[in-house]
């Protein structure tokens, strides 16, 4: 490696490592406008179809090589024959045509960081130590249309990366760098008659790939169209058109400004006239300048001004667009060439509050970051894809879109024009292997005038955009001078567009917009209650990778409370999973016969694994589960329903939410229609409510059936992308709803009986003809026998479950699951007794499952079977640490695979989860096990559905199992089970079973964004105890089961018991009722507790507590047991290094197991010995200490101990040396003796793990 300051060029480098060198004979920046023959033509033709436009699309040949110097240094001569050279097309990236590996990077580069070198040699292992720099030679011929004859001809690359030269036959034309922006070159003086050709060199890697480390496939080649334009001699080079509205935008007047450049040898005249066509073709302005003097090679700038009055304005919800016609002329007056250029009245301006005003009405930003990527052609993406991206974007309700991290193919532009999407319009500039420091190429002189040219000419090519509502000065690239400069250059050009950069921070002079990236939702209201005119934007935020997108509903909730948050785009919009065919040669569970790569799936080294997979739609752009909470949090829309009325409020911007829209409504009956109508939207204008006028019938539902009014806001005729019907926005009331009938007489459903063997106890209702039966040995359910079957799966058992295989955004708890062991919990049945029920029979089983680092779980339940087969499963869940994460709290089934069909109701019909599901409504939803399968490229937990009242499985003949909540319950129904779909990279390799796999839980743990910012916020974690009550019913058809799932069954309520301090526990009771308990302490009754009195622990022990019932059925006995605590008030801890910002000494008397003391591990690495010292502020009495190492990796858990203790704190004794086990378990460390001491330490002499100088510890107590 170099040295950091030696950032010049060798005198000899060449020109793709040299970073004052990016462009040779390259043509000015300018507006992106290709010219046509006529009028007629301008405005009907795509510009592709010009006259005036010669495609170079389509088969060139191709040459491959893995680094500069075996490249074919001749091959641009006429002489040189590439007929045996391979075909490859245009455009495309040449990785995904067979030659050379796709790399995917965020942050490092994948090269070795030498600015501005990109060939120093890297690691072995790394894909670019043999694929040093890979050079593509392309070349083709061409012949010139007889009507570019006598005319300038100019070569067009819309997109080539990273660097370039060209040749047109045989002679060096130019050099280009800047790969997402056009590169033209002149080449009228290379052509000659006839045949030509045309050779291109392109770069793997250059200087310039320093400002292109963007989170993406890093790929190569020609990806955007190639032709070759012809203009007259003295031609409209570039033009600038703006407007600006009155006070009261209405009236606009029109500054146009155009540059005619004479590309003769002599100086003469020209003209140009220029029309503005309003959106139904109609001329409504036009001017002209006849007499244009022009000097050879220079600009002549010509400028025209009007004003227009009450101009068709545009929004993102009134794209009105105009049409800019331009026509040069020669000095005879006939037109020699003409332009054309969507352009639109708009106004962008922030208010006194910090608002984002369009037109004077505030705007907030519905968006999203979007990467231009196709999973077949990468980043040669097809007119077809942008216009599906377009379609999806008025689908799903986004209004706002960021071009991360690079200026778009021009047509995407032309889109967002004409369908009405704010553009965020990036400069192709980061620089993030470099990080935000000193080290920044942001503060490098020799890339200055790069970081300059990269922004301007973004603006030049972009400015006419009525879109385009913001430029981006680029992404994570610091903070340094380059970025104020490109900035200053922008503003130069009076554009009136606002300028956004994230990293300068808050209240810069350089930009106009505060802007953070994946602030949690506190810091986002807190940001917003400032009292500010600066306009606070979320440049990315609501990482969606992977099962993804949790807490959106409180992001948009605070974008509409504060008016200086104007929104945010969420990261980001399409997975960037590249096709490629299963290697297994097995089908994926549904069925694909594909999988889509990510990082390392090509052997890509360095690579970043799958953060490319965290898209809102699946990279083949189609929507996914996530996406609908996309389109609801988005929405246009908000209802309300209180009091018997119906509100509505007009979220849109600019338009009466009347226009074009109506209300239908639906009231269903346990998911059975009741009735259902339609409601006219009255006049409304943004932002107010308007009463809707919703008579609703008398609704007679069955007894027992939740009753819904869904109300949506949908189109009542056609629009671009949104049909007739289509919902824009909806929601759900849940109104009164009939009492269900209790089963009031348990004998009338049937005879019960219990019999016991050595080996099972079985519960059986012969009426039914149903068996129930539990192992003796594990006391978990093992048999369940109905409708002639065995419903539960040969050689498995019903166990409590608290699992879930991790996914993308579970990193910040994962670990701790891992750590507590709930992947492989050790069930040990500790009760299993008969309970007395008059017309039913009750097993109460306690189950310990326990995990690592001395956490268990307890787990009651009362199985109760009744004479009509229906087996009642009511549970109390107890973890030994009440404020462990649980990502489920219930029991795993695995079921006959008969029972392929679903129906349930409850949230659907996509996968939901507690804090992603308001999207889905509660309804009765009728699928199959196979697709309640949600595919993720990188396997991960999925199908959940949330709130689920009741769920049957079901054979083909419609006989199977009713599965009814007391209340609600989260489940999921997959041929797969968690275990089997941990560290699995592609869903080809998930292991598909033929059980049916059911999981219910009491909720779902929430989603969060820990991928790349905050975690499941803490409303929507589970933690601590919880119960579970359900029922098993034999059903003979769908129909049975929706009916037999509105009774009520008489059971009394459960108990929660948990410690609620060093020597009491609380109790809360299941139905939230105030009923007193009657407990019992080591099989001594002590007696009756009254609602908020709190239980005596004592000296601990056994726990057994009930609540008082008047049901028929009692609720479960739980059962726990709690140790006598040494209480730790005044205790205080102190050590001789620890590491700030929460692993201090301090956590290891907390009680919490999911956090540790650890020693400095950030900056200056202390080494061994490590003390650690307790003071207990008082002499005590003990006999050894009980030390509990960190649960979530082995790092710093103590090796070899001295424990010494002090009446002082100054004069220490030695008690004991020890050697500890490398676990997370609870360690005893015992002295022989009794010793009294106010203070004891302990010395960590070694450690385990990788880094042997780490100290850690979880826990400390004594033992007396």
């Avoid at 022009?294 to 010509?302: A, C, I, L, R």
């Avoid at 090509?602 to 996309?630: E, M, R």
């Avoid at 009347?658 to 339609?678: C, F, T």
């Avoid at 093992?782 to 479950?801: C, M, R």
Wanted: hydrophobic fraction near 35%; include cysteine.
């Amino acid at each position: 490696m170099s040295s950091p300051f030696a950032f010049a060029a060798a005198p000899d480098a060449p020109d793709w490592e040299n970073a004052e060198i990016f462009q040779i004979n390259k043509e000015p920046g300018r507006v992106f406008s290709l010219p046509f023959a006529s009028k007629e033509g301008a405005l009907k033709k795509d510009w592709l179809k010009s006259d005036y436009v010669l495609s170079l699309n389509g088969t060139w040949k191709f040459n491959y090589v893995k680094k500069p110097e075996d490249r074919p240094v001749d091959f641009y001569k006429e002489s040189f024959d590439v007929s045996k050279w391979a075909d490859i097309k245009v455009p495309s990236n040449w990785q995904l045509q067979g030659f050379g590996i796709p790399i995917y990077e965020n942050v490092r580069y994948p090269f070795i960081k030498d600015q501005p070198r990109v060939t120093t040699e890297p690691p072995k292992n790394w894909t670019a130590y043999e694929y040093r720099n890979p050079v593509g030679s392309y070349k083709r011929s061409f012949t010139l249309p007889e009507n570019f004859k006598d005319r300038e001809i100019f070569a067009h690359f819309g997109g080539v990366e990273s660097a370039f030269y060209l040749w047109i036959n045989g002679q060096k034309v130019g050099y280009s760098q800047g790969s997402y922006l056009p590169a033209e070159f002149n080449i009228t003086k290379f052509l000659k008659p006839g045949k030509n050709t045309i050779s291109t060199e392109v770069y793997r890697w250059s200087d310039g790939s320093y400002l292109e480390c963007q989170d993406f496939w890093r790929l190569s080649g020609m990806f955007r169209d190639v032709l070759l334009y012809s203009t007259p001699s003295v031609e409209l080079r570039d033009f600038s058109f703006k407007t600006e509205l009155d006070d009261q935008y209405e009236n606009a007047t029109i500054s146009l400004t155009g540059y005619v450049h004479n590309y003769g040898k002599t100086s003469t005249t020209g003209g140009l006239t220029a029309e503005l066509l309003d959106p139904a073709g109609q001329t409504v302005w036009s001017d002209k300048e006849a007499n244009i003097h022009t000097t050879p090679g220079k600009d002549s700038k010509v400028t025209f001004h009007a004003k227009l009055d009450q101009p068709a304005k545009w929004t993102a919800e009134t794209p009105n667009l105009y049409t800019l016609v331009l026509s040069t002329m020669d000095t005879a007056g006939k037109t020699t060439s003409v332009h054309r250029h969507q352009v639109g009245f708009r106004n962008i301006s922030f208010s006194d509050k910090g608002e984002f005003l369009i037109n004077g009405k505030m705007v907030i930003a519905r968006g999203v970051n979007r990467h231009e990527t196709d999973p077949d052609d990468g980043r040669a993406v097809s007119r077809k894809s942008m216009e599906r991206d377009i379609e999806l974007f008025k689908q799903f309700n986004v209004n706002f879109v960021r071009m991360s991290h690079y200026p778009n193919h021009p047509y995407f532009y032309e889109l967002c024009n004409k369908y009405g999407i704010y553009v965020m319009d990036e400069a192709n500039i980061e620089s993030h292997g470099y990080g935000y420091g000193a080290d920044s190429v942001s503060h490098k002189p020799n890339f200055r005038a790069a970081h300059i040219e990269r922004g301007k000419r973004m603006a030049l090519r972009d400015r006419n955009h009525p879109s385009v509502v913001f430029w981006s000065l680029g992404n994570e690239g610091g903070a340094g001078d380059n970025y104020a400069v490109t900035g200053a250059a922008i503003r130069e050009l009076n554009t009136g567009i606002p300028i956004h950069y994230e990293r300068f921070g808050h209240g810069s002079k350089h930009d106009d917009v505060d802007s953070v990236m994946y602030p949690g939702v506190g810091n986002l209201n807190h940001e917003g209650a400032k009292k500010t005119s600066r306009p606070f934007f979320v440049c990315e935020y609501a990482h969606a990778m992977g099962n993804a997108i949790g807490h959106l509903d409180e992001y948009v909730e605070a974008f509409e409370k504060h008016p200086r948050l104007i929104g945010g785009c969420i990261w980001d919009w399409v997975d960037q999973g590249l096709r490629v065919k299963n290697r297994s040669g097995k089908p994926a569970p549904d069925g694909k016969e594909f999988f889509y790569a990510y990082g390392g799936d090509f052997g890509d080294t360095p690579n970043f694994g799958d953060f490319c997979l965290n898209g809102v739609i699946d990279s083949d752009h189609n929507p996914v589960a996530k996406s609908y909470q996309v389109k609801y949090c988005y929405q246009p829309a908000d209802f309300s329903f209180e009091n018997g009325t119906l509100k509505l409020r007009n979220e849109f911007f600019h338009i009466d939410i009347a226009e074009g829209h109506e209300i239908l409504w639906r009231v269903e009956a346990n998911g059975s229609e009741q009735a259902k109508g339609s409601i006219e939207v009255p006049s409304t204008q943004p932002w107010q409510w308007s009463d809707l006028n919703l008579k609703l019938p008398k609704i007679n539902a069955p007894a027992g059936a939740e009753v819904f009014l869904n109300v949506a806001l949908v189109r009542k005729e056609d629009a671009p992308y949104l049909e007739k019907g289509h919902v824009v926005a909806y929601e759900q009331f849940e109104l009164t709803s009939p009492a269900a009938k209790p089963v009031s007489n348990l004998a009338s459903l049937g005879n019960v009986t219990l019999d016991k063997t050595s080996d099972k106890t079985v519960l059986k209702a012969p009426g039914a003809k149903v068996a129930f039966s539990i192992d003796n040995q594990s006391g978990l359910p093992v048999s369940y026998f109905a409708n002639g079957k065995e419903y539960l799966s040969s050689g498995t058992s019903v166990q409590p479950w608290f699992f879930r295989a991790p996914g993308s955004n579970d990193k910040g708890f994962k670990n701790r699951w891992y750590g507590n062991g709930l992947n492989q919990l050790e069930h040990e049945l500790v009760n299993l007794q008969e309970v007395k029920v008059d017309g039913a029979k009750q097993l109460i089983v306690n189950v310990k499952s326990t995990g690592n680092g001395g956490f268990y779980i307890e787990t009651s339940t009362a199985y109760t079977l009744l004479g009509d087969g229906t087996l009642i499963v009511d549970s109390v869940f107890s973890p030994s640490d009440e404020n462990a994460e649980l990502p489920y709290r219930g029991h795993r089934f695995y079921l006959s695979k008969e029972l392929e069909n679903v129906q349930y109701f409850g949230r659907g019909p996509e996968e939901n989860y507690y804090d992603r599901r308001n999207s889905q409504k509660i309804g009765r939803y009728e699928t199959t096990v196979t697709d309640l399968y949600e595919s993720y490229a990188k396997p991960q937990f999925n199908g959940n559905r949330d709130q689920t009242r009741w769920l049957s499985l079901t054979d083909d003949s419609g006989k199977g199992l009713l599965v009814n909540a007391a209340t609600e319950m989260s489940f999921t129904a997959l041929h797969m089970d968690d275990n089997g779909m941990v560290d699995i990279r592609h869903p080809e390799d998930i292991k598909v079973l033929d059980d049916v796999v059911l999981t219910l839980s009491d909720k779902s743990f929430g989603l969060g964004g820990n991928s790349c910012g905050p975690g499941t916020m803490g409303q929507y974690q589970l933690k601590g105890s919880a119960t579970l009550r359900f029922s098993l019913t034999p059903v003979s058809s769908t129909k049975e089961a929706a009916d037999k799932a509105l009774r009520s069954l008489p059971v009394g309520p459960s108990v929660i018991l948990k410690r609620a301090g060093g020597s009491e526990a609380n109790f809360s009771i299941s139905d939230g009722s105030e009923a007193a308990i009657n407990y019992a302490q080591n099989g001594k009754n002590m007696g009756k507790v009254t609602h908020g009195q709190p239980i005596k622990l004592g000296k601990g022990g056994t726990f057994i507590v009930k609540a008082e019932t008047t049901r028929a059925i009692p609720g479960v006995r739980t059962q726990r047991e709690f140790e006598k605590l040494v209480g730790r008030e005044g205790w205080t801890a102190k050590a001789s290094s620890e590491e700030a910002g929460g692993e201090d000494a301090s956590k290891v008397l907390d009680g919490k197991l999911n956090t540790h003391w650890h020693t400095q591990w950030r900056n200056n690495v202390p080494n061994h010995p490590h003390t650690l010292s307790i003071n207990f502020g008082e002499a005590l009495t003990f006999k050894g200490v009980k030390l509990t190492g960190r649960s979530d990796e082995p790092n710093g858990r103590f090796k070899q101990i001295d424990i010494e203790t002090s009446s002082d704190g100054k004069n220490w004794k030695k008690v004991k040396s020890a050697s500890l086990p490398n676990t997370s378990k609870p360690q005893n460390v015992t002295f022989g003796k009794t010793v009294k001491a106010s203070h004891i330490r302990i010395i960590s002499r070694s450690s385990y793990g990788p880094q042997k100088e780490f100290a850690s510890l979880a826990e400390f107590t004594i033992i007396e």
